[in-house]
């Protein structure tokens, strides 16, 4: 029985942070929920509360075509690409073929560059992690769950969630994904649905809710089987509520699954208060769940998602990036650019309803967590390192690794991953192979050459 | 798609499209449904019976609830009911939603594997010659099993090289490295730097705001190797992180007349910046026009500018709304929450 990953000291973790400023500049439409502001406004708090210092900050290359098709198809992203509204036509854009509501998902200036911005911080996430440059990675631009492979649906286009996970997969042979969103993370179900190298959890609102899946009864399919978990759940649920049945699952799936990485969409619409959901939860019961996965010695990524009140979408991210600091911020806001919007109480934290009726009793989060239990239980054990000779497919990037050290050739740069963990002699002219010229370890490459 | 007629039709709108559109902390309904209770037009019990709940955002969509309404009294019928229209004899229970945590036995999970396995829309059609069929609930959907349309490529392991062309993030600055700064320098730099732009009259944050990290001292002072000094000496810094793409580098400010002309557009065309780019300032980039609603929504020209458009002012609404009452009086007194719902200063 594989036992988690020893607690971590709370302590230090290393925390990048991907966000671009145009994102604010982004608009929906009048009267559209969705307001890629909320992200500036969550930014604007992060620089306030004096974190940036805490974090590495990163301007993310926009995602190109190539990058965005490694999950969705050439035709889709080319009708992104290119689609105005006046030549939809062209790409026999009929009501349905690239969006099932067009109402949801209209065009709008920019679109593709938005899609870019939020696939690009995520992929570069999935890379930093994979080079094991950094703990935990974020990208508030991200987390848009519901964008299928040739679809676009519910306020998402671009699929970051998956372009990022099919990154990590690279190097990771187990990734885990984890939904906190009010709805069912559908998108990156669908796409990873038959798979078992990734597991999708998510925890949603069921019944007469969209997207309309997220039925317990989904676990996958063929090789996927049972690496889907969905927790359909019901109105009011508080932060108590959630936790007595986030705590259980997650440990067991940590403990089943046994992911190599993890991936946290953290969509702010389950919070007390959204526009859109009647959930409620406060942020310390969603901020939880990011503490969850800060306690495992595990890659984590973190992404935005839903989240349509934007005052406690930019209080919920500002608040989770502090727990991945691992610095507690006060409750009073700082000033900031945006201040006023904060009102009346200018304070971090909200208080949850208490009068809105909880219809998850006790009883249900038992059965539910019951049935979840029963499926995981079915799973293979992953086998534990020490158990088991090493066989071809397990392990690779340790065999990877290895193997190119021993046979490099000289005149070909080794990959990254390989020359970050070796050693260089103070002896040799440049500090590493980048000709002295790694901007990232300026400090040491001054250190050895002025000698 | 005829756009423009949709735009239209939303500005007709009275409500969700543009009046009590909640933009960034104006909420002073917490909820759709005290939102509902502003407007006395339209009958919202509707609005739950079709599947697709941003449907009531527009008015065409109308169409779509005579669609599903006819599936929803067939989702209301009994099984039993059902398949006696539909010739079938009747089974065992019924299928149950899942919101209900009882499994209701071997019927209801036979029921839901035959979704799980069904390789498609279940929705699509009947099978005549399957006593369990039962037709699903209009909002349920089922998740697509096609490799090639719906599931991603997972790539193999260990196959890739990790230099993927990602070197040009850039960097802004990096907290994690062998010798950082430790917090007393960085915050006397940061505080340094602050008396720098009062010297050269650039914008500081206001008394009290120290905490707050300067973005472009911080890079300046990464891109010289954390040297206080030389990172001083390169004083004034560039704005490192402005949004070239939405805006164009050389845009000036808003200047009075546009101001005038911007806050015009809002009256007549709505929050549809594209338009209003279109239409009277073609020159500007739509995200110059975006950026600056933002702004101005925090200046005293936009509570003027409300005032003379009563319009579109949101009705105030009391702390609470009346829908929370209704529960209170179900649910025996309570004490008002103090939440984030209230109506926020920018209303005044």
Redesign the interface.
């Known amino acids: 029985m594989v036992s988690p990953a020893p607690l971590r000291d709370q302590s230090k973790r290393?925390?990048c942070y991907?966000?671009?400023?145009?994102v604010?500049?982004?608009?929906y439409?009048?009267?559209?929920?969705m307001?890629p502001?909320?992200i500036?406004?969550a930014n604007e708090l992060i620089?306030?509360?004096?974190?940036?210092?805490?974090?590495?900050?990163?301007?993310?290359?926009p995602a190109s075509f190539e990058a965005m098709t490694?999950?969705h198809s050439d035709e889709y992203i080319t009708f992104l690409r290119d689609a105005k509204?006046d030549n939809?036509n062209s790409f026999g854009?009929s009501?349905g073929k690239f969006s099932q509501?067009?109402?949801?998902c209209p065009?709008?200036?920019?679109l593709y560059?938005f899609c870019q911005l939020s696939c690009g911080g995520s992929?570069?996430a999935a890379?930093k992690l994979?080079?094991k440059k950094?703990d935990i990675a974020i990208n508030w631009m991200g987390g848009l769950h519901h964008a299928?492979?040739?679809e676009s649906s519910?306020f998402c286009y671009t699929n970051d969630i998956?372009v990022g996970i099919?990154?990590l997969?690279?190097?990771?042979?187990r990734v885990l994904y984890v939904d906190i969103d009010i709805h069912h993370g559908?998108g990156v179900?669908?796409?990873?649905?038959?798979?078992n190298?990734?597991m999708t959890v998510s925890f949603h609102r069921?019944?007469?809710?969209?997207?309309?899946?997220g039925?317990?009864?989904?676990?996958g399919?063929y090789n996927g089987k049972l690496y889907?978990v969905n927790v359909?759940l019901?109105d009011g649920i508080t932060d108590e509520s959630y936790q007595k049945i986030f705590v259980p699952v997650m440990e067991k799936v940590m403990e089943m699954f046994d992911p190599q990485a993890v991936v946290l969409q953290c969509g702010a619409d389950s919070l007390?208060?959204?526009?859109?959901g009647?959930f409620n939860l406060s942020l310390r019961g969603h901020g939880a769940c990011a503490e969850f996965f800060r306690k495992y010695d595990v890659p984590l990524m973190m992404v935005g998602g839903g989240g349509y009140?934007?005052?406690?979408v930019a209080?919920c991210w500002a608040y989770e990036t502090s727990i991945a600091v691992g610095i507690e911020v006060p409750n009073e806001l700082?000033?900031?650019?945006?201040y006023?919007?904060?009102?009346?109480?200018y304070?971090l934290h909200?208080?949850?309803?208490?009068?809105?009726?909880n219809d998850n009793s006790d009883?249900?989060?038992h059965?539910?967590q019951k049935?979840i239990y029963e499926n995981l239980s079915q799973l293979d054990k992953v086998p534990s390192v020490q158990m088991q000779p090493l066989e071809n497919?397990t392990l690779?990037?340790l065999?990877?690794e290895d193997i190119a050290r021993d046979e490099e050739n000289p005149d070909v740069?080794l990959?990254?991953?390989i020359m970050d963990s070796c050693q260089h002699n103070d002896a040799d002219f440049y500090d590493d192979e980048n000709g002295g010229d790694d901007?990232?370890?300026?400090?040491?490459g001054?250190l050895s050459t002025d000698s | 798609?005829d756009?423009d007629a949709?735009?239209s039709s939303?500005?007709d709108?009275e409500d969700?499209?543009?009046d009590n559109?909640?933009?960034?902390?104006?909420?002073y309904e917490?909820?759709?449904e005290e939102e509902e209770l502003l407007d006395d037009d339209g009958d919202y019990a509707d609005e739950?019976k079709g599947?697709?709940?941003?449907?009531f955002?527009?008015s065409f969509?109308c169409i779509t609830f005579c669609i599903t309404s006819d599936l929803e009294d067939e989702g209301e019928m009994t099984i039993e009911e059902l398949q006696r229209k539909y010739g079938y004899n009747p089974p065992g229970n019924a299928e149950e939603?899942?919101?209900d945590?009882?499994?209701a036995g071997d019927s209801s999970?036979a029921a839901?594997?035959h979704?799980?396995?069904d390789l498609g829309n279940s929705q699509s059609g009947y099978e005549d010659d399957d006593d369990d069929y039962a037709p699903p609930?209009p909002?349920?959907?089922?998740?697509?099993?096609d490799?090639v349309?719906?599931?991603?490529?997972?790539?193999?392991?260990?196959?890739?090289?990790?230099?993927?062309a990602?070197e040009?993030?850039?960097?802004?600055?990096?907290?994690?490295?062998?010798?950082p700064p430790s917090?007393e320098v960085?915050n006397s730099y940061l505080k340094d730097i602050v008396e720098l732009r009062k010297t050269h009259d650039q914008s500081v944050?206001?008394a009290?705001?120290e905490?707050?990290?300067d973005?472009d001292a911080?890079c300046a002072l990464y891109r010289n190797?954390?040297d206080t000094e030389k990172a001083k000496e390169s004083f004034p810094f560039p704005h490192i992180?402005?949004?070239?793409?939405?805006?164009r580098p050389d845009a000036l400010g808003f200047s009075e007349e546009e101001s005038k002309i911007f806050e015009e557009s809002l009256q007549m065309y709505?929050?549809?910046?594209?338009l209003i780019g279109k239409m009277r300032m073609p020159y500007r980039k739509?995200?110059?026009l975006?950026?600056y609603y933002?702004q101005w929504k925090?200046t005293p020209s936009y509570r003027v500018w409300r005032e003379a458009h009563p319009q579109h002012v949101p009705v105030v609404q009391p702390h609470l709304s009346a829908a929370?009452h209704q529960?209170?009086a179900d649910?025996g007194p309570?004490?008002e929450?103090?939440?984030?719902?209230?109506?926020?200063?920018?209303s005044n």
């Open positions: 290393r925390v991907y966000y671009d400023t145009n604010g500049n982004y608009y439409g009048p009267g559209h929920v307001k502001h909320r500036r406004m620089l306030s509360y004096g974190l940036y210092q805490n974090l590495s900050i990163y301007r993310p290359l490694t999950f509204i939809l854009a009501k509501n067009n109402d949801d065009l709008f200036d920019g560059e992929l570069a890379i994979n080079k950094t299928k492979k040739s519910g998956v099919l990154e997969l690279k190097f990771h042979k559908d179900e669908e796409a990873f649905f038959d798979t190298r990734v069921f019944g007469n809710f969209f997207p309309g899946t039925d317990i009864k989904d676990v399919i889907s359909p019901s007390y208060g959204d526009r859109l009647k009140t934007p005052r406690n209080r700082p000033f900031n650019n945006y006023e919007y904060f009102g009346p109480d304070k909200i208080e949850p309803s208490k009068v809105l009726k009883q249900k989060l059965e539910l049935e497919d690779p990037v065999e990877f740069r990959p990254m991953s901007h990232r370890n300026e400090a040491n001054r | 798609m756009e949709s735009r939303l500005t709108e969700y499209v543009d559109d909640n933009d960034n902390g104006e909420d917490a909820t759709i739950l599947w697709n709940f941003f449907a955002l527009l969509t939603t899942a919101d945590g009882n499994s999970s839901h594997e979704s799980i396995l609930d909002w349920k959907r089922t998740i697509r099993v490799p349309l719906f599931q991603a490529d997972v790539p193999d392991i260990g196959k890739s090289q990790a230099t993927d990602r040009d993030d850039v960097v802004l600055w990096v907290s994690d490295n062998t010798n917090d960085l944050p206001p009290g705001c905490s707050r990290d973005e911080l190797n954390f992180n402005a949004p070239f793409r939405t805006v709505g929050k549809d910046f594209a739509v995200g110059e975006i950026e933002y925090l929370w529960q209170a649910n309570f004490t929450p103090s939440t984030s719902e209230g109506p926020s200063t920018l």
